[in-house]
C-alpha cells in the first residue's frame, strides 16, 4: 500500500484527543443515602459496569472515525490488480505522450515508416486509458510557445489527435517537452502520472537537457516516465544537402550567379552518379552530377545559371529521391535589383562621359538598362546623407582638393557600409589629395605621377589579378589565366603610384596597383590609379572597360543592398524575425499574410526594432521550404520571401542506446525506479502500462468506516443519555 498524499498522516495525532478527553473526564459516581446499603452496593455495581462498557465503545469508535478521516485525506492506494479484490475506486490517470515527429521519423524500416509505428504505440498507450482518464499529446517538433496543451477524455478524439498528427521539418525539441510535460503534471490531480516518449532516439535529441532540469527534478516520485524506442537498425542509403551558398556576391544584369552545393553521404553505403538539380522560382535552370561519394563524405558541387529577369528570387537545390526527403533540398533567396541608381560627382561632365556611357548600355533583349545615372558637382558630395537612400552607388573623379564637409560627407556614407569608387583625373596634386581625401578617408598615400604619356612607346598593361576576389566573381571564365585571364591589355602611359596596398584587385605590369580595395569602417572604397579617359591610357576603348566599370557599379551596389540582397536563411523550428525591406509602404502594427510550404498560413504583426527598422516575427516555421509574405490576401506579388531550411544534423541517425536514455531521464526523477522501457511493437504494451499503475484507491472505503463509525457513536451516546447518571 502507497499513500499519495503522506503529509496527512500527521492528522493521526488527533486520534488520541478522545483517549485524552477520556482520561479527563471520568465522572465520579454520586453519592445517595439509602436504607438498604446492600441493595445499593448491588445496583452501583451494575451500574458502573454498563457506564464503562459503553465508555470504551464510544472512545474506540471516536478513535476509530478520526483515524479513518486521516486515512481516507492521505489517499492510500495498491498497485497492480490486487485493489480491484477490494471494490475500490479506479486510481485516475493523467498520460503525456511526447511524440516525437520530426523529420528522421520518416525512415523506414521492415515494419513500415517510424512514424507510422510511432502513431500505432500512441494507440496502444490510449486503449490503457479508462474513464476519468486524461490524455494529453505533445508533437515534439511542433511545440509551440504559451500553448495550452487540450487534455483529452473521450476515445474517438484521442485517437483522431493521434491519426492527425504529420511530420515537421523542425527538430525534436525533446528537452522542452520534458518541461511542457512536468508543468502539465503540476496541474493535475490524479494519482498516475505518467510521461511516455516515442521517439527513433536520435541522440541530438538530449542535447537540450541541462544540469538545471536534473538539479530541480522535473518529475515527482508518483510520476512514470516510459520510454518507447521505434525503429530497428538497417542499412541506410543517403545523401544530404547541408548547405547552399552563394558564391556571387555581385548581382549584375546578364551574369549568371554560382552557387556552391555542399552534399554529404549520411547513409551507411557508397552513392554513385547522384545528380543535383538548381532552380530558380521553381523552374530547372541547371543540373550537375557527382560521381561518387563514399559513405560519411563529403563534396562542394559548383552550379551556375542566368536568372531570367530581376527582382525576388527564390533558389533550391535538390537531390533525388532517396532514404530520408526532406534532407534533399536546401533553399534561399536573393533580391535582384532591376536598376541600380549610380551617382558619379564631378566637376567636368565630359570627364564622365565613357563611364556613363558604358553604365547606360543595355545587354538584354528587352532593353532594360540595369543602370540609372545622375551628374553631380563635386561640391554637391555634402548632399549625400539625402541621396543616401536614393543612390545604390557612388563613383567620384577627382581633378583638386576637396573641402572638408564634402571629405566628411563621402567618409560618412563609405563608414556607414556603402562602396564608392574613386577616379583621380589628370592634374590632381598628391599633396592636396592626401591631405583632403586621403586623410579623411585613409586612403593609401599618393606618392607621384609615373610615366609620360609623350613618350608613346614606354607604357605599362595589366599584370595580374587577383580573379579569388569576389568583384571578379563569373566575370572571366573559370579557366582563365589567372594572371591576364583572355583580356586585351590597355596601354598605361601614365599612372598615379599609390603607397602598397593590402588588397590590389589589379597590378599593372610594373608591379604598382592599378585597382584596390579600400575597407573603410563598414564600407570599402575602389581606388584606380588611372582616370576613366583617354589622358592617360587608351583604356575607353579596350573590350576590357566596359566590363570593368559595370562591375564597379554592381560590385558598389551591392553593398547598398547587402542587408535586403543577401541570400536568407533560417532553421525550421526557429521563431524568424526578418527585417522588411525598405520602400515597401507597410506601417508597424498592420498584419501581413504569411504563406509556406504545405499550406502553411498565419498573419503576423509588423514591429518596429529599435534603430527603426520594420521587422515581422513568425513563431512557426514547421516545415522547410519558402515562406512569402503578402501585404493582404489579394496580393498576388510578395512584399518579400524567406528561405527556412531543416537542421543539418537532423540526418545524423546515431542513436543512443537503452541504457544512455534511462541514464539521462532517469536524472529528471526524484525516484529511481520511476524509468520504463517500452517495447513499441509488442502486442502487450497495453497491459506492460496497466501493470505499472497504482490500481486503485482506498480513500472511499476509509471513508465508509468513517461514516459508520460517526452513525454508531450517535446512536450509542443518545442511548446513554436516556439512563440515569
Given at each position: ?23 479527563f ?16 452496593k ?12 459503553r ?12 483515524a ?25 490517470t ?16 521492415a515494419s513500415g ?8 504505440a ?5 486503449d490503457a ?25 473521450d ?5 483522431k ?12 525539441k ?10 502539465e503534471?503540476a ?12 521517439s ?20 515527482d516520485?508518483?510520476?512514470?516516465v516510459f520510454?518507447?524506442?521505434i ?30 552545393v555542399?552534399?554529404r ?5 557508397q ?27 563529403s ?8 536568372p ?29 535589383p ?28 528587352a ?34 582638393a ?11 556614407y ?6 564608392a ?5 589628370a ?30 612607346e ?31 591589355s590597355?596601354k598605361?602611359f ?39 579617359t583617354?589622358s ?38 526557429d ?6 525591406p ?21 498573419r ?29 490576401a ?18 545524423n ?56 463509525c ?16
Amino acid at each position: 500500500m502507497t499513500f499519495l498524499n503522506p503529509y496527512a498522516l500527521f492528522a493521526l495525532i488527533a486520534a488520541s484527543f478522545p483517549v485524552l478527553f477520556h482520561l479527563f473526564a471520568q465522572r465520579r459516581a454520586r453519592r445517595i443515602e439509602f436504607s438498604s446499603i446492600r441493595f445499593l452496593k448491588q445496583l452501583e455495581k451494575s451500574s458502573m459496569r454498563k457506564v464503562k462498557l459503553r465508555q470504551i465503545l464510544l472512545l474506540i469508535l471516536r478513535t476509530l472515525l478520526i483515524a479513518c478521516l486521516v486515512l481516507a485525506f492521505a489517499r492510500p492506494a495498491l498497485r497492480g490488480y490486487l485493489g480491484g479484490f477490494f471494490g475500490s475506486s479506479h486510481a485516475n490517470t493523467t498520460a503525456i505522450v511526447l511524440f516525437d515527429n520530426s523529420a528522421s521519423m520518416t525512415r523506414a524500416d521492415a515494419s513500415g515508416t517510424y512514424f507510422k509505428q510511432a502513431q500505432d504505440a500512441a494507440m496502444k498507450i490510449a486503449d490503457a486509458l479508462e474513464g476519468g482518464d486524461e490524455f494529453v499529446l505533445i508533437p515534439l517538433a511542433h511545440l509551440e510557445r504559451g500553448k495550452v496543451y487540450r487534455r483529452l477524455h473521450d476515445p474517438a478524439e484521442i485517437r483522431k489527435a493521434i491519426t492527425e498528427l504529420s511530420v515537421s521539418d523542425a527538430p525534436a525539441k525533446l528537452a522542452d517537452g520534458l518541461r511542457i510535460a512536468s508543468s502539465e503534471l503540476a496541474k493535475t490531480a490524479n494519482v498516475n502520472r505518467e510521461v511516455y516518449l516515442i521517439s527513433d532516439n536520435q541522440a541530438r535529441n538530449l542535447t537540450g537537457i541541462t544540469s538545471a532540469d536534473s538539479a530541480m527534478k522535473l518529475f515527482d516520485e508518483r510520476t512514470n516516465v516510459f520510454s518507447a524506442k521505434i525503429g530497428a537498425s538497417t542499412s541506410l542509403r543517403n545523401l544530404t544537402i547541408d548547405s547552399i551558398v552563394s558564391v556571387s556576391t555581385v548581382f549584375e544584369s546578364g551574369r549568371p550567379l554560382e552557387f556552391d552545393v555542399f552534399i554529404r553521404n549520411s547513409g551507411d553505403v557508397q552513392i554513385d552518379n547522384a545528380i543535383v538539380s538548381l532552380f530558380y522560382n521553381d523552374e530547372r535552370v541547371a543540373q550537375r552530377s557527382v560521381a561518387a561519394l563514399a559513405s560519411g563524405h563529403s563534396e562542394k558541387c559548383t552550379i551556375n545559371a542566368l536568372p531570367k529577369s530581376a527582382g525576388i528570387l527564390n533558389v533550391k537545390a535538390e537531390l533525388e529521391d532517396d532514404a530520408l526527403a526532406f534532407d534533399n533540398a536546401r533553399y534561399l533567396t536573393l533580391e535582384l535589383p532591376a536598376t541600380s541608381r549610380v551617382a558619379i560627382f564631378t566637376n567636368t561632365n565630359a570627364d564622365a562621359d565613357f563611364i556613363r556611357l558604358a553604365l547606360e548600355q543595355s545587354l538584354s533583349d528587352a532593353s532594360i538598362k540595369p543602370y540609372s545615372i545622375e551628374l553631380h558637382r563635386t561640391e554637391e558630395l555634402r548632399m549625400l546623407p539625402s541621396l543616401r537612400e536614393r543612390v545604390n552607388a557612388v563613383m567620384v573623379e577627382l581633378g583638386g582638393a576637396l573641402e572638408p564637409e564634402d571629405a566628411k560627407a563621402l567618409h560618412d556614407y563609405v563608414a556607414s557600409g556603402r562602396g564608392a569608387a574613386i577616379f583621380p583625373l589628370a592634374g590632381l596634386d598628391p599633396a592636396q589629395f592626401n591631405s583632403s581625401i586621403g586623410s579623411a578617408l585613409s586612403l593609401p598615400q599618393l606618392q607621384s605621377l609615373e610615366g609620360s604619356l609623350a613618350s608613346g612607346e614606354k607604357y605599362s598593361g595589366f599584370g595580374a589579378f587577383d580573379l579569388a576576389h569576389p568583384f571578379f566573381t563569373g566575370m572571366f571564365d573559370q579557366n582563365s589565366n589567372p594572371n591576364t585571364p583572355g583580356i586585351e591589355s590597355p596601354k598605361i602611359f601614365e599612372y598615379y603610384k599609390f603607397a602598397a596596398t593590402s588588397l590590389p584587385l589589379i597590378k599593372l605590369t610594373s608591379g604598382a596597383a592599378y585597382l584596390s580595395d579600400i575597407t573603410a569602417g563598414k564600407g570599402h572604397i575602389l581606388l584606380y590609379s588611372v582616370p576613366p579617359t583617354f589622358s592617360f591610357s587608351d583604356l575607353p576603348r579596350k573590350p576590357i572597360f566596359l566590363p570593368l566599370v559595370r562591375r564597379t557599379a554592381a560590385y558598389l551596389a551591392s553593398m547598398k543592398n547587402n542587408e535586403e540582397s543577401a541570400p536568407r536563411s533560417y532553421t525550421c523550428g526557429d521563431p524568424i524575425d526578418h527585417t522588411l525591406p525598405l520602400g515597401s509602404g507597410i506601417q508597424a502594427g498592420e498584419r501581413l499574410l504569411v504563406r509556406g510550404p504545405n499550406g502553411f498560413a498565419e498573419r503576423d504583426e509588423v514591429n518596429t526594432s529599435s534603430n527603426g527598422a520594420l521587422h515581422i516575427a513568425i513563431e512557426q516555421t514547421p516545415y522547410a521550404g519558402i515562406y512569402s509574405i503578402y501585404k493582404d490576401a489579394e496580393s498576388s506579388v510578395p512584399l518579400t520571401t524567406i528561405a527556412v531550411n531543416p537542421p543539418s544534423d537532423e540526418s545524423n541517425m546515431q542513436t543512443v542506446s537503452e541504457s544512455e536514455m534511462k541514464a539521462a531521464l532517469e536524472k529528471l526523477s526524484a525516484s529511481k525506479t520511476a524509468y520504463h522501457s517500452l517495447d513499441a511493437t509488442s502486442k502487450s504494451l497495453t497491459e506492460q502500462i496497466r501493470r505499472s499503475r497504482f490500481g486503485v484507491e482506498l480513500w472511499q472505503i476509509f471513508l465508509a468506516i468513517a461514516v459508520m463509525c460517526a452513525v454508531a457513536e450517535m446512536l450509542i451516546a443518545r442511548e446513554g443519555k436516556h439512563e440515569p447518571g
